[in-house]
């Protein structure tokens, strides 16, 4: 309170006017509402930084915490709000725009994402470490504001913001990224210039002299970070990923292979490893270096969505199926691996296909998977009990699709 009170006015700031509580009580400290504490690695808590301001309307919507309802755990977002809406019955706060609505939205798949995202990012009102996160959850789009909101990006003053394009221009084709990211190559900041080295070698066969010298100076500097954390699995493997950019193969496997050595428990070492002998045509060898990860790890799913991969290109189906579960125990959160696990099931179970895709659909909120679901059902709706799943699938993809879709499956049944 005294070092908030030295800017905010306590008078202001007082039980009467602000807080509501009893005077003295945890409930009336600034801290308590605006740095609530959240419990990291299970064993490190830490109370938020960035004081945002409670919006159980935005809880409502959207899902997310608010600290009043993490007091009075009896009661709902909505009441919350009302409480709100009787103390500050003027408020600029309430049911106002914010940025996390941009994100979910992205989460989701909604279709406004991309204009929301571009928008947060340019917004000179948010802080930069917003700016910079929706600049980077930009990475699946290449529309005309992605494309304004990047070249902005990569101008701005801020590094956090100059470096969030590097992943946010994921999405586009290699020429028009080299485009967007090459002023980075000579940025002042040296995280900046070698992050955008290490997205831009990916496309070594591609580039031109030109190019590949403009690439030379960042891209060493990027190297000798990895050399000096060559200690760890990361750096190793990052080293491998510029080799095998640059067509070196045999320099790149010994690198992975370093990688698991320093760090066998350090999932990705196989992921690429294997991926590089996909690349060479070596379906068994990519098999078993996931197989030795997967001992090695045992609780990465993507390990074993990756071997299920492997399977899969070998038309070994059913043990693909197996893998594919097993991600989604180890990995419940993960609607990918549910997905997949779902379409793997379809040739032997349609129920429960129906089961994995509606978990996908249930973890990740994304209503093209809800879609991938029905469009099932619907193609084996000549049995009245999936036809029945159908119409339920369908009467729910009602409140995300717009009619055309569902009256065009609705048609099929
Ligand atoms: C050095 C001065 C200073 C101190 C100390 C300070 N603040 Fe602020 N605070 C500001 C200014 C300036 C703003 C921005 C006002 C604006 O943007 O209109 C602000 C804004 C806020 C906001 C509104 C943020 C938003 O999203 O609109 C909250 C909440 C807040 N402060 C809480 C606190 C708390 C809690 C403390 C003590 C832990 C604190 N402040 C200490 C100066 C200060
Ligand atoms: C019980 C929860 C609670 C506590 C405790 C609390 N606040 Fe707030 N604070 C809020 C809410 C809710 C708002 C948004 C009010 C609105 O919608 O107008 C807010 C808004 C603010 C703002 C932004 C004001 C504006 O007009 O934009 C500042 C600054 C702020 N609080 C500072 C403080 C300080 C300083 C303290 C400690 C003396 C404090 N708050 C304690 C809930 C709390
Ligand atoms: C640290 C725990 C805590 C937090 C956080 C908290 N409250 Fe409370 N709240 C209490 C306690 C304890 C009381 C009863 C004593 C008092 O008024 O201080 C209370 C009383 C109330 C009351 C009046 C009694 C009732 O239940 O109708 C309302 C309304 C209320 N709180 C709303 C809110 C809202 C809205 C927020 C979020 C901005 C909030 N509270 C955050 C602990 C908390």
């Not at 999405?171 to 900041?189: N, S, T």
């Amino acid at each position: 309170e005294a070092v908030c009170s030295q800017c905010h006015l306590p008078t202001n700031f007082s039980p009467e006017n602000h807080t509501f509580h009893d005077k003295d009580s945890e409930a009336s400290k600034c801290t308590t509402c605006h740095m609530p504490e959240t419990t990291y690695m299970q064993v490190d808590p830490r109370r938020d930084h960035s004081w945002q301001i409670p919006r159980p309307d935005l809880s409502t919507h959207l899902g997310t915490p608010n600290v009043c309802t993490s007091c009075h755990e009896d009661q709902t977002n909505e009441w919350a709000s009302e409480s709100l809406a009787k103390w500050f019955p003027n408020s600029k706060h309430q049911n106002q725009q914010h940025f996390a609505v941009a994100f979910y939205a992205a989460e989701i798949g909604y279709q406004g994402a991309e204009d929301a995202l571009a928008y947060t990012a340019q917004d000179n009102t948010q802080r930069e470490i917003i700016r910079a996160s929706a600049t980077s959850r930009l990475a699946p789009y290449q529309g005309k504001n992605t494309t304004v909101a990047l070249a902005r990006a990569v101008k701005h003053d801020s590094e956090l913001i100059r470096v969030s394009a590097v992943q946010g221009s994921a999405g586009f084709e290699p020429k028009d990224r080299w485009q967007i990211l090459a002023p980075l190559l000579e940025d002042k900041v040296l995280g900046v210039r070698t992050e955008a080295a290490s997205a831009l070698v990916v496309y070594w066969s591609e580039l031109n002299e030109q190019q590949k010298q403009a690439l030379v100076k960042p891209l060493q500097e990027y190297m000798e970070i990895q050399e000096f954390n060559s200690d760890r699995g990361f750096g190793r493997t990052n080293l491998g990923n510029v080799y095998r950019a640059q067509g070196n193969y045999e320099q790149a496997i010994k690198e992975y292979k370093g990688a698991i050595a320093v760090e066998p428990y350090f999932a990705n070492s196989y992921v690429n490893l294997a991926d590089l002998y996909r690349v060479q045509g070596k379906e068994p060898q990519v098999f078993s270096t996931l197989e030795q990860g997967i001992k090695a790890q045992p609780k990465s799913g993507a390990l074993r969505y990756s071997a299920a991969l492997s399977l899969l290109r070998q038309g070994k189906n059913s043990q693909a199926t197996q893998y594919l579960q097993q991600a989604t125990e180890v990995e419940p959160d993960n609607a990918q691996y549910w997905y997949l696990y779902g379409l793997s099931l379809e040739s032997t179970s349609v129920p429960q296909a129906s089961k994995a895709l509606d978990r996908a659909f249930r973890v990740s909120g994304n209503p093209q998977q809800l879609y991938a679901r029905c469009e099932m059902l619907v193609k084996y709706s000549k049995d009245p009990s999936i036809e029945f799943q159908a119409r339920q699938c369908i009467t729910e993809l009602e409140k995300y699709a717009p009619p055309e879709v569902t009256k065009g499956l609705r048609a099929k049944l």
